[in-house]
């Protein structure tokens, strides 16, 4: 097959080395991003925060304060950096327990501050098992000592 002034098959036939070598770097370039992005999606979640909403006596949310509160967990996204979208994303949580419903927002740990801010108002944010895992330091004097 020649186009004219153009040998097609023979310019093929020297370059199909040079084409195989490349398409060999490119996949060994995408192998090494896909491994890449799955250690760093592996690492954020592994590494995940846990908060608590506690809603006050005045919780009363209207249309658009859970409009807010949407675009509010939206932005985790965002805040988690570089995280893989599987890794950056946001687990709503509701449990029942001792008759008491409780809701926890899980995220990424590099978004904390973020799932920290009360979205609604007349909601209170804590960090879930923070009173438990905070022990106190207690300071000996040399009168304890003895």
């Known amino acids: ?19 195989a070598g490349l ?3 490119g996949g060994g370039g995408w192998l ?17 925060t846990v908060v608590e909403v506690v809603p006050t006596s005045a ?24 995280v893989p979208a599987r890794g950056a994303a946001v687990r709503v949580r509701y449990s029942a327990e001792g008759g008491r419903m409780h809701c926890y927002l899980e995220g990424p740990a590099a978004a904390a501050a ?15 098992g923070a009173r438990s895992a905070i022990t106190p330091v207690r300071f000996t004097t040399q009168r304890d000592a003895r």
């Open 59 to 82: 919780f009363d949310p209207g249309e658009g304060e859970v409009a807010r509160f949407g675009r509010h967990l939206a932005r985790v996204h965002h805040a988690a950096g570089g």
């Open 32 to 48: 090494w991003a896909a491994r890449r992005r799955l250690r760093r999606c592996r690492a954020a979640l592994a590494r995940r």
């Open 1 to 19: 097959m020649t186009v004219p002034g153009i040998d097609v098959l023979g310019w093929g036939a020297h370059a199909l080395p040079y084409l």
């Open 114 to 128: 973020v799932l920290a801010m009360p979205g609604f108002t007349g909601v209170e944010v804590h960090a879930a």
């Open 23 to 25: 398409a060999a770097a």
